[in-house]
């Protein structure tokens, strides 16, 4: 039997951190990784300490009609890669160099975030369609890969309604 590849390992493990998200919407993972170590893992959820939509029980941007990707300032919630980002400065550890996983591919709030890290590479499993992002992340010289082995995409329980 054959190891599962790095990438693979990796992205198995983001798949699980997304678990943890208490988004209605959504479920994102992200993980931060160097040297094939682990530097800070990340969900999409409500800052700590604080409420979430599960607890709530509703979603401001699902009752809105407010269409993925737009106005995010009306969400409770971080999204994975603004909270790897956080654990990591909570933690001392710095991202520059870094690759990161993500389940769904950043926005542009979360690219320019990822740009100002220094990470050197972004790895995704599901697209998020957000052009500008794309365009950032290949002017800062960041790679932007999405997985392409049919093993690698999500399966449909996995991709959730647009958060």
């Not at 678990?19 to 993980?31: H, I, P, Q």
């Not at 995010?72 to 996983?101: D, F, M, P, T, W």
């Not at 320019?112 to 499993?125: D, E, P, S, T, W």
């Not at 697209?127 to 093993?151: C, K, N």
């Amino acid at each position: 039997m054959a190891r599962l590849p790095w990438p693979e390992y990796f992205l198995n493990i983001t798949r699980l951190v997304a678990e943890r998200s208490t988004c209605r919407r959504r479920k994102v993972g992200a993980l931060a990784v160097k040297d094939r170590r682990i530097l800070a893992t990340g969900y999409n959820g409500s800052p700590r300490g604080l409420r979430d939509c599960l607890e709530i029980g509703s979603c401001l941007r699902a009752e809105l009609g407010i269409p993925s990707g737009q106005r995010h300032e009306l969400c409770r919630g971080l999204h994975a890669e603004q909270n790897v980002i956080i654990q990591a400065a909570v933690h001392g550890v710095s991202l520059e160099g870094s690759e990161i996983y993500c389940t769904h591919q950043p926005c542009l709030i979360c690219a320019k975030m990822l740009i100002n890290c220094g990470v050197q590479a972004v790895r995704y499993a599901a697209a998020y369609p957000d052009p500008l992002s794309e365009e950032m992340f290949a002017e800062a010289g960041i790679v932007l890969m999405p997985f392409t082995s049919p093993a690698d995409a999500l399966s449909p329980d996995q991709d959730r309604a647009a958060g």
